[in-house]
């Protein structure tokens, strides 16, 4: 019997701007970079709601306990996380998303068979999520690398998330990239008087969205409307797309891409759907992205 260090490695995919595996969200930036190499489930570039979230590398307690916790409910429901693999506020990041067995990715300022820091998490996120970059196979971790790679970061995301930032801070650099591209920034609220705030603070005063909960930042960020404080769902189901997306998963238990076939509906939106009727308590993400009805629909209902 083999062990998991018996495995053939993993060989670098390359990926040329404008292919199919391209990532559609990097057309839509400023500077983006003609080809990427990644490591992993490459399907995670396929459309689909996301955000990064990123921060310092000497997080507080408090922060990297938020970052989990962000990583952790943003994925639960969906979204792909998506960061810089850095000690800190990333690496929880990306912890928080594969702990709740969800879809995250890493930008790296280093070649995808080079990858900075080493560890295993970068294992783990290279066998269940992805690793990207623009820099070819062989190429080692540089310091002007990563200020580069944070456009990739928020380019690839719908909105950037900081948690715990200095004044300067290279978390400041990926905010002010997501704002040139037009993406949402939002923020962490922490203690006023502690350095890991000051670049938090600093950018809710040049506009980014304080936030406190990932239920907060959905229903901001996506219009999803919870029915109740406490999350109790409503009596009746939806109607439109979301009725015929719930009756699709009466008896089944069905993944994404199985469900946006069936509806003849683009995976974004019907993923998108799915987020919308899990945070409502209508259906249920289970073990390999399969998704299943949370209770029973009324007979007759739409």
Known sequence: MHSPSDAQPQVPLHICRGGA????SLTQIPSPPDELW?????????????????????PTEYGRSQALRFGAGLARVGMCVISGLA??????????????GGATIAVLGSAVDQPWP?????????REGLL????PPGTGARRHHFPMRNRLISGLADAVLVVEAAHASGSLITAHWAADQGRDVYV???????????GC??????GAT??????????DLWGFQLTSKSGTPAPAPPGGGSGYLLRALEGETLCVDELAQRLERRVDATLSLLVQLELEGWVRRGPGGLYGLHRPLPHGED
């Open 118 to 126: 080493r560890g295993p998490l970068t294992s783990q996120v290279a």
């Open 21 to 24: 595996t391209w990532p559609r």
């Open 188 to 198: 962490v609220p922490g203690r006023v008087d502690h350095p890991m705030a000051r």
């Open 132 to 135: 990207l970059s623009e820099y």
């Open 201 to 206: 603070l600093r950018l809710i005063r040049e």
């Open 38 to 58: 990644a490591l992993g489930k490459t399907e995670l570039l396929a459309e689909r709601p996301s955000i990064a979230i990123v921060g310092t590398r000497s």
């Open 87 to 100: 000690r800190g506020i990333d690496s929880a990041a990306h912890q928080g998303a594969l702990e709740v």
């Open 210 to 219: 304080p936030v406190g909960s990932p239920e907060q930042l959905l229903e």
